[in-house]
Nanobody, 132 residues
Framework: QLRLVESGGGLVQPGGSLRLSCSVS????????MAWFRQAPGKGREGVSC????????EYADSVKGRFTISRDNDRGILYLQMNSLNAEDTGVYYC?????????????????????????WGQGTQVTVSQ
């Protein structure tokens, strides 16, 4: 059974940083495309970033490019999202997700910013609040 558990959320001031983690079990990170999504209050779920099976290429939403970095530790089974220069618009619940059916993958590469309908397995989410 696939399981994803996020951690690392919290309250941070504007301009600050956080690193989110997603611990997985039931599969290895190099067999699926992985992604981070977020959902701000009153809004739909937004794709933030993804990393393919090969790990060589990543994709980011325009709103986070240059500030967020997705990475993974295959041996430990942990997906990360390093978030820098945070602002109030980054507030929301952050989810990690796994695409086991390769709908966000081309030849092992995450080919575009993730869409939630392409991902079958989800964590429970972790809250990130950016505020003074």
């Amino acid at each position: 059974q696939l399981r994803l558990v996020e951690s690392g959320g919290g309250l941070v001031q504007p301009g600050g940083s956080l690193r989110l983690s997603c611990s997985v079990s039931g599969f290895t990170l190099d067999t699926v495309t992985m992604a981070w999504f977020r959902q701000a209050p009153g809004k739909g779920r937004e794709g933030v970033s993804c990393i393919g099976k090969s790990g060589g290429r990543t994709e980011y939403a325009d709103s986070v490019k240059g500030r967020f970095t997705i990475s993974r530790d295959n041996d430990r089974g942990i997906l990360y999202l390093q978030m820098n220069s945070l602002n109030a618009e980054d507030t929301g619940v952050y989810y990690c997700a796994a695409d086991q059916l390769d709908r966000n993958s081309r030849y092992g590469i995450c080919w575009t910013v993730p869409r939630q309908e392409w991902y079958e397995h989800w964590g429970q989410g972790t809250q990130v609040t950016v505020s003074q």
